[in-house]
């Protein structure tokens, strides 16, 4: 189906653990976004991607690790799992600068 | 911070009533946009004003930007019961090394009650 997903769309693990969030894009879309949304934060910036092999830091990067190979993947790791990063993953892409097309999230939970 | 904030947090009305709800920012923009999350759910894009634009209108949605203020609004006309959301924000920044990235503010949650 064309469109954005992620997978898993929940996921609970431990602290310390190695987690990967997966995103893939049907579109071709230059731009792809990892942001965290937490009660009382609204949307924060984890990392972009401008094009396959391009990536930025956002303004809550510490702890995560990306890639970008393909221009369709954008995977989203935490390298060693801490409570704080318990919250709601979403990625997005877009063609231009503008607008942002956003999946249905990944819930994760650090215990 | 050069996200934007919306006002009020939350707004409580009944269906056929208007939903007003407003965003400031710090900085200058090259666009603003309004995107909507159904509870549990990612964000949908609405509508798109840029900064040289002053009102933008796409159905129920009517948007305003005022650059000499740093604000924008968006209202809804007629609220059905299926608007009940959060409404966020977000802006574009005119600079050259932040193209791409938008930044939200924390959200109206709206409620329209039946």
């Known amino acids: 189906d064309a469109g954005i997903t992620q997978s898993p769309r929940y996921k609970i693990t431990e602290t310390g653990r190695q987690v990967t969030l997966m995103c893939h894009q049907t579109?071709?879309?230059?731009?792809m976004f990892w942001y965290r949304q937490d009660l009382g934060h609204g949307l924060r910036l984890i990392y972009y991607s401008a094009a396959a092999d391009i990536t930025d830091k956002g303004e809550v990067p510490d702890g995560y690790v990306v890639s970008r190979s393909k221009t369709e993947n954008f995977p989203l790791t935490l390298e060693s799992a801490t409570r704080s990063q318990t919250s709601v993953y979403f990625c997005?892409?877009?063609?231009?600068?503008?607008?942002?097309?956003f999946g249905p999230g990944t819930r994760l939970t650090v215990l | 911070s050069q996200q934007g904030e919306e006002d009020p947090q939350a707004l409580s009305i009944q269906e056929g009533e208007n939903a007003t709800m407003n965003c400031s920012y710090k900085t200058s923009i090259n666009n603003l946009q309004w995107y909507r999350q159904n509870s549990g759910r990612g964000l949908v894009h609405l509508i798109l004003i840029r900064s040289n634009e002053r009102e933008k209108h796409s159905g129920r949605l009517r948007v305003t930007l005022d650059t000499s203020k740093k604000s924008s609004s968006l209202l809804i006309t007629a609220s059905r019961a299926a608007d009940t959301a959060s409404y966020f924000c977000a802006t574009g920044l005119d600079r050259g090394s932040t193209l791409g990235r938008l930044y939200f503010g924390r959200g109206t949650q709206l409620t329209v009650w039946p």
């Open positions: 579109w071709s879309h230059s731009y």
């Open positions: 997005a892409s877009s063609e231009r600068w503008d607008t942002q097309y």
